[in-house]
């Protein structure tokens, strides 16, 4: 089954660490990405610019609006993703707990959710 491992950072976290630490923190995504691929967990990761260059889309009454973000008051961002596949959600919490930067912010967690057309 696959899974979504949303990457939340605090704003806080992203002033706190030092130069040195970021490096340190993406040095570890990415031997974890490497360890990922190896046993055959991984489907896809990315990081994500921060708030600021993000858009958001509505569209409402057939007219499209945009907004530039951040567009809420937060104290979290989404700042990254995993999809894994993983036989159950024991072994995805097991996996997603070994994210790196689950020891600044927090991952959620949630299965995939494969669509069907109805007849």
């Not at 949303?6 to 992203?14: G, Q, V």
């Not at 967990?41 to 708030?51: N, R, T």
């Not at 973000?69 to 961002?77: A, L």
């Not at 991952?107 to 007849?119: A, G």
């Amino acid at each position: 089954m696959r899974y979504i491992c949303l990457i939340y950072n605090s704003a806080d976290t992203d002033g706190r660490l030092t130069a040195d630490e970021g490096v340190d923190l993406i040095k570890a995504h990415f031997a974890f990405d490497e360890e990922l691929q190896r046993d055959g967990f991984m489907i896809h990761s990315d990081a994500l610019e921060m708030p600021d260059q993000a858009s958001v889309l509505r569209v409402r009454n057939n007219r499209l609006s945009v907004t530039d973000g951040p567009y809420v008051e937060t104290k979290e961002h989404l700042a990254g993703f995993y999809v894994i596949e993983a036989p159950d959600i024991a072994k995805a919490k097991e996996i997603a707990g070994r994210i790196p930067s689950a020891r600044y912010g927090a991952v959620e967690l949630r299965p995939v959710r494969t669509l069907t057309l109805p007849n």
